[in-house]
């Protein structure tokens, strides 16, 4: 089992910035970040294999999915945020390269993001 610590939430007006990271205690095959609302089912926003990146398309262009595997750190920087983006963020290890729950197979606890307007 990989554990996996989130951290880097917090509160921010819209358009401001924040970074998330994750921290895994063993090297991953991919990794992704999804976030959840009470409304809303969890979502996978973005991943990463390598160089290769995916994203939602309701974040492209505004958020930046990176790694440093010699830290086994995960990052998602957020700029441009908007009061939809608030969410439970939670990040992932994956066993297939994509943007889908089902790829998940291990989850970190979460860090908030609120946004306000």
């Known amino acids: 089992q990989v554990q996996l610590l989130e951290s880097g939430g917090g509160s921010v007006q819209a358009g401001g910035s924040l970074r998330l990271s994750c921290v895994a205690s063993?090297?991953?095959?991919?990794m992704g970040w999804y976030r959840q609302t009470p409304t809303h089912q969890r979502e996978g926003i973005a991943s990463?294999?390598?160089?290769?990146?995916k994203y939602a398309e309701s974040v492209k262009g505004r958020f930046t999915i990176s790694q440093d595997s010699r830290k086994r750190t995960l990052y998602l920087q957020m700029n441009d945020l908007k009061p939809e983006d608030t969410a439970m963020y939670y990040c992932?290890?994956?066993?297939?390269?994509?943007?889908?729950?089902?790829?998940?197979?291990?989850w970190g606890k979460g860090t908030q993001v609120t946004v306000s307007s």
């Open positions: 992932a290890s994956l066993a297939s390269f994509g943007l889908s729950v089902n790829y998940a197979t291990n």
């Open positions: 063993d090297s991953t095959y991919s």
């Open positions: 990463i294999l390598g160089t290769q990146t």
